[in-house]
């Protein structure tokens, strides 16, 4: 469809709350219905939507970031602890890490 089409046509452009919320229901989608509208632009519901996948996106991004440098902090921790010949119980419990991952720190490090 021509997007001028679109852009200069309004009922090209929205839709009755009826036929989002079928579509909403249908498509297994999410779209943010203002309960007082009763026609719904479904270009800024389609946008709205984006946003927050776009967000969710950062936000779970951020998240594995933090992940990944707990992880990696975690690890140069036990590295530390293995160059001073520290017990292998003692790292796992500073470092939360797991018995098979504190032998294959050690073994990188040979």
Do not use: W
Request: aromatic letters at 4%; a negative charge.
């Amino acid at each position: 469809m021509d997007m001028d089409l679109v852009d200069s046509d309004p009922k090209y452009k929205s839709l009755s709350r009826e036929a989002v919320q079928t579509i909403s229901v249908c498509a297994n989608v999410d779209f943010k219905i203002p309960e007082e509208e009763e026609l719904i632009d479904m270009c800024k519901a389609i946008e709205d939507m984006k946003d927050d996948a776009r967000n969710e996106g950062r936000i779970e991004g951020r998240r594995e970031g933090h992940l990944e440098g707990f992880a990696e902090s975690q690890s140069q921790m036990a590295m530390k602890m293995l160059k001073k010949n520290e017990p292998v119980e003692k790292i796992i419990e500073y470092t939360s890490l797991s018995d098979q991952q504190v032998q294959e720190l050690a073994q990188q490090m040979q």
